[in-house]
């Protein structure tokens, strides 16, 4: 039994206990795709970061990434498909009724993130999910 704590003492103290930590390479600005050329693991275990290059590489930087710092969960998300005051497709799907209008974004989201939409027709503001096509979403669904 002592020989085993012994073990996890020396293991401990020489880093083989220690996780890895993603940092970036280069500042990343705001709204950039990243790459894997823009990553590196450095032996660490900061609660809160990313311990794989594969979970952020594909990821949109929400925030300045600066060089040498850890890649936070909230600091990244999926890349945007619906930028400002591009066109896009509202969609209200209930049963067989489907209803599709056009409207104008206002602001950026990907993939399940929701955004508000000035309908063109009738100028009211919506709120919908952003599909994988770039359609949005605005159905409302019951439990």
Do not use: C, W
């Not at 925030?63 to 591009?86: C, F, H, K, T």
């Not at 027709?121 to 709120?127: E, L």
């Amino acid at each position: 039994m002592q020989v085993l704590v012994g073990l996890v003492l020396v293991l401990v103290s020489a880093g083989f206990a220690r996780g890895d930590t993603v940092v970036t390479t280069r500042n990343i600005r705001a709204n950039v795709v990243i790459t894997a050329q823009d990553l590196k693991l450095v032996p660490s275990d900061l609660p809160g970061g990313f311990q794989f290059i594969e979970d952020v590489v594909g990821q949109e930087a929400r925030v300045v990434l600066y060089s040498g710092r850890p890649v936070m969960v909230n600091d990244i998300g999926p890349p945007a498909l619906v930028e400002r005051n591009q066109i896009v497709t509202l969609a209200y799907v209930s049963g067989p009724l489907t209803i599709l209008a056009e409207g104008r974004s206002l602001g950026r989201a990907g993939v399940g993130d929701h955004v508000r939409i000035l309908n063109l027709s009738s100028r009211t503001t919506v709120t919908g999910s952003v599909l994988a096509d770039g359609t949005v979403s605005v159905s409302h669904t019951r439990n």
